[in-house]
C-alpha cells in the first residue's frame, strides 16, 4: 500500500533520527557539541533498512528536509540515498522548533500533490506532531527512527492535518 497525496492534499513525513551514541560519553570522550554527535554503527544499519521501508510506502518523495545536527543530517543521508533526492538543512532547522514558524516556513515549500520528509529531534518532533494535529501542543512521542505521515488537506496550521499511520523504527525495517 502506498502513501500517495491527490492532487489537492500534500503529505508531510516526520522521522525522528536513527540511534546515536550517549551525548554525555560523546562530549567527554570528543569535547565536540552534541550538535556533531554521529549516529552508531547500528543506527546506520537501522536506518538504512527503515528507508527501504519508507520508500515501500512512499513510492515517490519531493522534497526532503533535515536538522542540520549531524545525526538528523545521517539519517537523511540514508533516506536521500534511497530515494535519489538531495537534503536540504537550512540553519531555518536548527532545534528548538517552534510549531507555528515551522507550519509557516513549510507552507510554501510544500506544494499540492506533493510530498516531503522532515527528519528531526525530540521533543520538537513530539511537540509539532502534538500541535498540528491537536491544535494544543499535547506531545506525541516519536521513537528513534520512527516515522509519521501527515495529510494536509488545507492549510498547514495547528489541528488541521490528519494522521495517515505512524510507524516505530522497527515495523518500517520490516516493510
Not at 540511534?19 to 536506518?47: C, H, I, K, V
Not at 543521508?77 to 532545534?95: H, K, S, T, W
Not at 514558524?101 to 527528519?119: A, K, M, N
Request: charged share 25%; proline share 8%; with cysteine.
Amino acid at each position: 500500500m502506498k502513501t500517495i497525496p491527490d492532487a489537492q492534499e500534500r503529505l508531510l513525513v516526520l522521522v525522528r533520527h536513527a540511534q546515536a551514541g550517549d551525548p554525555e560519553r560523546f562530549r567527554r570522550e570528543t569535547g565536540r557539541s552534541d550538535r556533531e554527535r554521529p549516529l552508531t554503527a547500528e543506527g546506520r544499519r537501522y536506518n538504512h533498512a527503515a528507508a527501504g521501508g519508507l520508500h515501500r510506502l512512499l513510492g515517490t518523495l519531493d522534497h526532503l528536509w533535515s536538522s542540520p545536527y549531524t545525526r538528523a543530517r545521517q539519517t537523511a543521508d540514508g533516506i536521500a540515498e534511497i530515494f535519489g533526492r538531495p537534503v536540504e538543512a537550512p540553519e531555518f532547522l536548527l532545534p528548538p522548533w517552534d510549531p507555528g514558524r515551522l507550519g509557516e516556513w513549510l507552507e510554501p515549500r510544500l506544494g499540492r500533490g506533493e510530498t516531503g520528509i522532515l527528519v528531526g529531534h525530540e521533543p520538537d518532533l513530539s511537540l509539532l506532531l502534538g500541535a498540528l494535529l491537536c491544535g494544543r501542543g499535547a506531545p506525541v512521542p516519536m521513537e528513534k527512527g520512527a516515522a509519521c505521515a501527515l495529510r494536509i488537506r488545507s492549510g498547514l496550521t495547528r489541528g488541521a492535518v490528519e494522521l495517515v499511520w505512524k510507524l516505530p523504527q522497527y515495523g518500517l525495517r520490516k516493510l
